[in-house]
């Protein structure tokens, strides 16, 4: 075993808190939208770098946002444009003002789901200026590597639950999602080293 696939104790309880802070941070990094893809990003890489046991402290996920935030504008762009039309579709087909609400309605929510789990394993996988091989790779990866999108499916899904149980916990959402894309990212890496 190399030193970067030695396996490393994690303490829980630091993960958990090293989760809740990454996820309040990528929070906020993610208000403006056009900043999702290079905030998310950062948490990943962060909490990859906490669960390898190297350099986890907020500077060094500042630095990683910095870093990715010039190439990932395109892609936040696309971001922004695509959760207004859900959102959109959504409020219409619950309205009952869009024709074909029936059929749009669960159209809308694959769509979501979807380009959320794309979104994360493209934020898993980039590099600062590679932005468009990290998101080639996700769609492959996303076919591939089946299991860890459904991965990926049932921790937007139990997040889901969370806010629809309290609407408060809707700042653990981005920790909860950096965490799983980390996790299914340092698996799928696992799997192909072995």
């Not at 104790?9 to 290079?38: C, D, H, K, Y």
């Not at 500042?62 to 504008?73: D, H, I, K, N």
């Not at 159209?107 to 998101?135: C, I, M």
């Amino acid at each position: 075993m190399t030193a970067e696939t030695e396996s490393v104790p994690v303490n829980r309880f630091a993960l958990f808190s090293e989760t809740m802070l990454a996820g309040v941070i990528v929070l906020g990094l993610s208000v403006p939208l056009v900043t999702v893809p290079a905030a998310y990003a950062a948490g990943t890489a962060h909490l990859g770098r906490h669960l390898s046991g190297r350099d986890d402290s907020v500077r060094g996920l500042w630095g990683t946002f910095r870093a990715a935030l010039p190439g990932s504008l395109k892609l936040g762009l696309t971001t922004a444009a695509v959760a207004a039309v859900v959102i959109i579709n959504l409020l219409l087909a619950a309205a009952g003002q869009l024709p074909g609400g029936a059929v749009v309605m669960p159209a809308t929510l694959l769509l979501a789901v979807a380009a959320t789990v794309l979104l994360l394993r493209t934020a898993s996988r980039s590099q600062p200026g590679h932005w468009d091989e990290a998101l080639a790779a996700a769609r492959t990866e996303s076919v591939v590597d089946w299991s860890g999108s459904l991965l990926l499916v049932a921790a937007l899904g139990l997040t889901a639950v969370f806010v629809w149980m309290l609407p408060a916990l809707v700042i653990v959402v981005p920790g909860c999602l950096v965490l799983a894309a980390a996790a299914v990212r340092l698996r799928a890496e696992a799997r192909s080293a072995s």
